[in-house]
């Protein structure tokens, strides 16, 4: 990940998404601190944070700099997390590499996958793309019963690995593995939507018509962005087989995907300090919501209070702050930049369903 | 755990598609813990019971058991309640060498001491039981067409291999996943098939969709359930008022009947349930919780006051546990499956009752034996040390 160019900065803006990719580089010694630091708990919840960070980069790529509406990411990790799974129980037990080659083969799998969706998802708009996103989550079960010969139904497959090298516990080898694969994501992703892909992203979300007259091909930069997005849910969702040591169709719901557009909205559309306020607080929120029902002694209200307390916090960020929590330490340090603007504005859009 | 505390954790179905009577097992669980730390807990250790809320979700059951064992820091777990669910944290829950007892499920996978050595099951695994199940059928329904309908998972999978052992190939099968509570196709199916006598290995909630969906299609094979999904309370409350669709239903079980007045663990439970469960509608679910606390605090007391995971384990292979059930139980170094036969039941108008001979048998190729049931009443308890 040494291969960082810098390009000539086009805009102001641009010279700070600069610096956040040294943000993202001094965060690895802090998340090897933390490893170290927190009880296994705590780490196998960084961990998570770290799993979830995959998936909001790429969702907040796609919905935030592009404009496409996915509600069937969960579906792409799900491919994800199966692919690896496969892979991993053919090839475990030759040692650690094994798990590079899985996590690639579910790149891979996912990003084919994401290229044949995209290419339906270039041709609708909002509530069919929304429609068409939708049915790709809906379907995973059903997948997975019809083939219950690969995939084992509801049950799932477990996922054989090897054991961490040397003596490092699971929880601080999971973190390793997860946060390498965050990290690694969004310094691809900060790379690539600086340049001139993330230019054609922004022109292709702000008004389609006038891209197409600057020369840029729509549909190829609508269908690109799927498939970026699909190669980070997809790594998302191999890295949560690694860590649930299983797949099952249960572990991505419908409702995962609901919750990951939410954590991106609420952590800020289109920028990825927001993709991380909204991993963690796609961690945090329901750990919260079980804790409150611990102490009233209410466990029925556990599987629904997340949910609910998702959609609470959604409201009052939209209220407080429609850039997302990411454009409240934007706005302490005072910037202003006409295209932060017109991301809450789209944010804000968005969620008023005024989109043609 | 502590001098004066043992926490142990569980995972259940508190909501969703298998929350329809399981979820009272685990407060009647606690409820006799409570009964039991009343009277001092065992060895002067008060029993607290952690209640986690999978929604019989794999994914989710991966999350809860995380939070009991790295958060909570349970001594152990029991009764982790499903077979999709709790075979995805066998791995885990050896990692961390959490003892992981009685599970409340039929998998065979409970039983692989060399593989999961902390790990014991509780049920009669499934294929014993079909193979019990089986060998009624092929007594009374000789020369019917019998079918089968199950779980799409080890649950189905366990259990029609006990029923073909027995029958040899069933005429004609489907499964469901609990994800879909839809079983119109399968039920059409089988009707299609002219089955004469269909076998389920189904939770609650699908042996009463089911029947309910057999009836609604003018289907009406002679239904022979699983003991995890023929709790008559549970399958009538789920029917309603097609409750009278259960009448004839054949099912077995292996631990005393709720209704059965005359039994003292049940008196026993009823007053339990009265003093600490607030007073929950007293029905099988509600027994085989508190059965499971009984064999819990029966493995703590044969461990003795120096309790470690290891020397608990080591108390439970030793065995030679007795309690409410009706079948034995057969713990050892090599053998680590649930309790070893069962009764056949039989809905009659709106009563479950035993009838019949008690049966044993092993998940291979085994004879089903009959044997008369001897059942060791509560007197001694040990609920003080």
Redesign the interface.
Known sequence: MTAVRERVPTRAGEVVRGRGRLWILAAAPLILALTYILPPFRTYQLATVGAYLCVTAGLTVLTGLNGQLSLGHGALMATGAYTLALSQNALAGRGQWTLAVSAAAAVVVSTAVGAVVGLAAARLRGPYLAGLTLAVAVVVPSITSTFDGTFNSDQGLSVALDPPPGYIPVERWQAWLCWAGALITLLLLANLIRGRFGRNLRAVRDDEAAARLAGISVARTQVMAFVVSAACAGLGGALFAVLAQSVSPGAFPLALSLFLLMAVVIGGLGSLAGALWGALLLVALPALANSVTDRFNAPRLEGNLPLAVFGVVLVIVMLAAPGGIASLTRRVRNETHPDRASRSRFSRRLFRQRRQ | MTDTEILVGTHMP???PAAAGY?KIAPATRAYFEHVNAAGGVYGRKISYK???D?Y????T?QVV??LV??DKVFAILNGLG??TH??VL??LK?NRVPDLFVASGSRSWNQPEKYPGTFGFNPDYTVEGKILASYVQREQKGQKVCFLGQ???FGRDSLAGIEKILGPVAAKQ?Y????PNVGPQMGALKQAGCQVVMLATIPGFTALSIGTAAKIGFKPKFVVSNVGADYDTLAKQLGAAAPLLDGLVAANYLPASNDANDPWITLFKQINTKYNGNAAFDNNIVYGMSVAVLFVEALKATGKDLTRESLIAAVERGGFKGPSIAPLRFSKTDHSGYAGEQLSKVTGTTQAYFGDAYSTDDGDGPVKAYTPTVVPPAALPTQK
């Open positions: 508190l909501t969703g979820s209640i986690m809320d929604t979700n794999p994914a989710t991966q995380r939070e790295l958060q077979t999709p075979t995805g791995d885990f990692t799409d998972d080890d499964t996943v609990t994800s879909n």
